[in-house]
């Protein structure tokens, strides 16, 4: 089952624009996790985010985490061509025994037009 | 690029057979999950190896079943192929407790047709 749900599908928008998805999930977590995959490739780990923490910063990249709400958000900004990718996030729930492993949710596919 | 790398590239397969996919981890890695991307959809945990023994598994009946090797490399092996296997099988490696998920570093995956 897929815990996270990203949002929107689908984004398209102008190089030099900011680009802005949001994830929802359902259960209390560990971390939360985004990451980028082209073409049905492999995935590469953007950042990674404590469920004490409220936002994280890496780059162009700025995370936001709302443990209250079972949301995250993020934002990418001054997109470049480069970015246009899938982006999942992921959670990790792992409350003691065996590992769950990462529940990733369905990705928000993100196109920059140059 | 991680240094992640998975075998073969591409398979297909006709139902009812069974395969094998490889894994080689990032060196130093003592952790290697193995995850299912059906076209469209996110991945979605198969099982996680940790110092040679599975340490969890997800929503995977047992003819889904896995191998670590000493030098932390890894197997997925599956049985009896269905034509729902048909994914993007895909290896992660981490530096790993056998607690909790942290960053992943995935390999480019095995593209399973089975027809």
């Known amino acids: 089952s897929q815990q996270g749900e990203e949002d929107p599908q689908a984004l398209s928008i102008q190089e030099g624009e900011n680009a802005t998805m949001n994830c929802s999930y359902k259960t209390s977590i560990n971390n939360l996790q985004w990451y980028r995959q082209n073409s049905g490739r492999g995935l590469v780990h953007l950042i990674l985010?404590?469920?004490?923490?409220r936002e994280k910063h890496s780059g162009r990249l700025r995370v936001t985490l709302d443990t209250s709400k079972k949301s995250s958000s993020l934002l990418i900004t001054a997109s470049r061509a480069a970015d246009t990718a899938s982006y999942f996030c992921?959670?990790?729930?792992?409350?003691?025994?065996?590992?769950?492993?990462?529940?990733f949710g369905k990705g928000t596919h993100l196109i920059i037009q140059p | 690029e991680t240094g992640v790398t998975q075998s073969p590239t591409h398979l297909i397969k006709t139902r009812g057979q069974q395969v094998t996919l490889r894994c080689s981890s990032q060196s130093g890695h003592n952790t290697v999950s193995w995850y299912q991307q059906a076209l469209g959809q996110g991945p979605q945990f198969i099982f996680q190896?940790?110092?040679?023994?599975?340490?969890g598994r997800g929503n995977f009946p047992p003819r889904f079943s896995g191998l670590q090797f000493p030098n932390y490399s890894s197997e997925l092996n599956v049985n009896a192929l269905e034509l729902d296997d048909s994914a993007l099988y895909l290896c992660?490696?981490?530096?790993?407790?056998?607690?909790?998920?942290?960053?992943?570093?995935f390999g480019p995956g095995t593209r399973l047709t089975v027809t």
């Open positions: 190896y940790y110092r040679e023994e599975e340490n």
């Open positions: 985010i404590r469920s004490n923490e």
């Open positions: 992660a490696s981490s530096p790993g407790t056998g607690r909790g998920s942290y960053e992943q570093y």
């Open positions: 992921a959670t990790d729930a792992w409350s003691g025994g065996g590992a769950d492993g990462l529940t």
